[in-house]
Each structure stands twice: as C-alpha cells, then as structure tokens.
C-alpha cells in the first residue's frame, strides 16, 4: 500500500552555500530512501546530485546521512520510518560537499596511499607463502569492508575537528595497518607505524565506527583496541625499552660515513622488524 512521504532533501555546492528543500513523493512498499531519490530526480528534482552504483549494499556509493544517522540509502528501508515522519537526507558531514548529496571524499583516499602495502621476508619466493587456516580467519572480516567512509564519516576525531585529518588516519585505514600486523608474513613495524604515523593515539574507543558498519564488522574490539594494546606492550614494556636501547647503539655503530644507513640493516626505517619484537616473557 503506497503513501505520500515528506522530505527535505539538502540542495547546495561547493561555495558553502545550501538549505534543506522540502519535498511531498510517493512511496511504495518495499523501496529503499535510493529509490526514493531517484523517483525526486525523474519527478521533480532532475538536476540532484547523487552518488551511487550497485543499489546492492555492496559498492558504498551511496552513504549520506538519513536523519543524521550515516547509512548506506540503498540498505536503509522506508519501512523503518512511520508514514508522517519527515525523512531528512544530507550529505556525509566529515567531507566537502561537491554538490547537494555528493561529497569529496579524497581525504580516504589519500590516508589508503600512506599506509606501506604488504612487506613479506625478503628471501620468500612468490609462490612460497604459508598461513595457517588460524591466521586467515583473524583477519578475514575485515576484507568484508567496501569502503562507504561511513566509519570515517562518523569518527568525531575528524568530524568534529578538522585540524586532525593531516595526522589522523581514520578507523578504516587504522583497521588495514592491524590487518596487516596480524599477518604472519608481514615484517613492516606496523605498531610503530599505526602511533607514529596514522595517530591511533587520537583513538578512543568510543565505537560509533563500530555503530554504523553496514559489514557490521567489529572494527574496535576486533582492530583497534587488539591494535592499541600491541602498541602498549611496544612502547612501554620496560623489556622491549631495554632492547630498543640496545639495539639504536648498534643502529649507530652500523651507519657509514654519509651517515646514511644501510637497506641491508634491520629497523623501522626500512621495513624490518626490531630485535626487540621478539623478546619474550622473563623466564621463572
């Protein structure tokens, strides 16, 4: 049984400038708020601007916020909101907007390139990889992410503080840096990289990431604290302090002349893991 929706639909650009436009549409049973804005486009809207591919769940084009909650359109059913309720659809706050319910979001973009893709052993052969069953399950869901920025969206480390974005890189790319520390191939110091140079310091767990995932993937219990407590025992363990010690006098000793030093020497700065990853518990 249809029925008559209210809308207010954000119409503005790049300039700043834009307001909440009201909208009467009709509404049948079983659409999704995506349906609803394409009927605004070929009924009384054709110039709105919208993002959106798959209509699937599965591609993340079109997030937004819908009564200021960040969903996916395509996935929020009109059936969660009563026929007299005022639906109201803006564009995802944390980015600029480009025009009406499209933003930039080239800010993700550029945190996926700093982040250094898989670094295997130097001697290991493609072809020679080994992982226990174990190992790919620990990180499997979160390769089940299609990078909506829903999370990113959300996070009020950037959404409310826009000074953060150079030094933060965001839950979804804090969970690729512990995905890839959970490998067991993976030599790169990541808990190095995650505090140094993506701020998983800005992180406080307060799991709103966690909250609008349409994956549901439990990025802060699975990714972030797991992250967060590795970088505890790295920095601070008074074990590991003692080896970094040790191992930044030999670091020194092993630099030439132009004070450069050598791709062959182990440490953080090309890659490889410290000697001091791998000191264990003090024995009885």
């Known amino acids: 049984m249809g029925y008559q929706a209210k ?6 650009d790049s300039s700043g400038e834009g307001s909440l436009q009201h909208f009467d549409v009709d509404v049948e049973e079983g659409e999704v708020v995506l349906d609803i804005v394409h009927r605004l486009q ?11 591919n798959c209509k699937a769940g599965k591609c993340g084009s079109c997030s937004a916020e819908v009564n200021g909650r960040p969903r996916l359109m395509c996935m929020t059913r009109m ?11 803006t564009p995802l706050r944390t980015f600029p907007v480009i025009r009406d319910l499209v933003t930039d979001v080239d800010f993700n973009y550029v945190k996926a390139r700093e982040i250094p893709s898989f670094a295997p052993p130097e001697d290991l052969e493609p072809g020679e990889y080994r992982m226990t069953q174990i190992d790919v399950e620990r990180s499997q869901e979160f390769r089940k992410c299609i990078e909506c920025y829903l999370c990113q ?15 933060f890189a965001g839950p979804r790319y804090l969970m690729r840096v512990a995905e890839l520390d959970m490998h067991p191939l993976d030599v790169r ?3 190095e990289d995650a505090q140094e140079e993506h701020g998983l310091g800005f992180c ?21 604290i797991p992250m967060k407590e590795r970088v505890v025992d790295r920095k601070y363990d008074p074990l590991v302090w003692l080896g970094k010690k040790i191992f930044k006098r030999e670091e020194l000793e092993q630099r030439d002349a132009t004070g450069k030093l050598s791709l062959d020497d182990a440490g953080p700065e090309n890659g490889s893991p410290l000697p001091a990853d791998s000191i264990g518990p003090i024995g009885s």
């Open 79 to 89: 059936s969660t909101f009563t026929e007299d309720e005022t639906i109201t659809i």
């Open 204 to 224: 406080n767990i307060t799991k709103c990431c966690t909250e609008v995932c349409p994956e549901h993937i439990k990025i802060t219990d699975n990714a972030l």
């Open 42 to 52: 070929a009924t009384q809207a054709g110039d709105l601007a919208v993002r959106w």
């Open 189 to 191: 110091n990541r808990k």
């Open 153 to 167: 969206n959300t996070c009020h480390v950037v959404r409310d503080h826009d000074e953060n974005k150079q030094e």
């Open 7 to 12: 809308f207010e639909v954000w119409r503005g």
